[in-house]
């Protein structure tokens, strides 16, 4: 099965934009060449991309790359309105088809945090993705040390459904 191509530009709440990234925003990114974001009249916040934005970028270039094109359950850059600056980045490492899932990451650069930002890009895409029929849960893991973590996927009401010695496994149904 394949997901159809993502219909809209972006996603907005209060005080975010949430953009899909492009095989061609990742290669650029990768390649520390920054005129699509210039183009598109974004800013890079500080120290964005992130160590962990760029080891995550090959892989969702691979996965856009299958697809040609972004449905929507990958990476999105997180954006605050206000100042057009890239603050971080939020998505779904792809879509499981059988148990019609898919997994919830993300990230805020450290200037940018204990602001809700995360909640606030989370919240929005989480009410976009369960907008899919096709969509039953969402899962995300954290390590069970992470106290912002544990914090913000409490207040998004997801439920833990298990725990090993390092990480804890959480999930949201519709």
């Given at each position: 099965?394949?997901?159809?191509?993502?219909?809209?530009?972006?996603?907005?709440?209060?005080?975010l934009i949430l953009?899909?990234?492009?095989?061609?925003?990742?290669?650029?990114?990768?390649?520390?060449?920054?005129?699509?974001?210039?183009?598109?009249?974004?800013?890079?916040?500080?120290?964005?991309?992130?160590?962990?934005?760029?080891?995550?970028?090959?892989?969702?270039?691979?996965?856009?790359?299958?697809?040609?094109?972004?449905?929507?359950?990958?990476?999105?850059?997180?954006?605050?309105?206000?100042?057009?600056?890239?603050?971080?980045?939020?998505?779904?490492?792809?879509?499981?088809?059988?148990?019609?899932?898919?997994?919830?990451?993300?990230?805020?650069?450290?200037?940018?945090?204990?602001k809700?930002?995360?909640?606030?890009?989370?919240?929005t895409?989480?009410?976009?993705a369960?907008?899919?029929e096709?969509?039953?849960?969402?899962?995300?893991?954290?390590?069970?040390d992470?106290?912002?973590?544990?914090?913000?996927?409490?207040?998004?009401?997801?439920?833990?459904?298990?725990?090993?010695?390092?990480?804890?496994?959480?999930?949201?149904?519709?």
């Amino acid at each position: 099965m394949i997901l159809e191509r993502l219909q809209l530009e972006k996603l907005s709440s209060e005080r975010l934009i949430l953009i899909p990234l492009t095989k061609e925003l990742c290669r650029n990114i990768l390649n520390e060449d920054f005129v699509d974001l210039e183009r598109l009249k974004l800013v890079r916040g500080v120290n964005w991309p992130d160590s962990d934005t760029l080891e995550s970028l090959p892989r969702v270039l691979k996965k856009l790359e299958k697809l040609d094109y972004p449905t929507g359950f990958e990476t999105w850059m997180i954006v605050k309105k206000s100042t057009r600056e890239i603050i971080g980045d939020i998505g779904f490492k792809g879509f499981n088809f059988v148990g019609k899932s898919c997994d919830l990451g993300y990230g805020i650069i450290e200037e940018e945090r204990k602001k809700g930002f995360a909640q606030e890009s989370a919240r929005t895409l989480i009410d976009w993705a369960f907008s899919h029929e096709r969509l039953n849960e969402i899962t995300a893991c954290c390590l069970i040390d992470n106290s912002a973590s544990i914090n913000l996927l409490k207040k998004l009401n997801f439920t833990v459904l298990s725990k090993d010695e390092t990480m804890i496994y959480w999930v949201l149904t519709r």
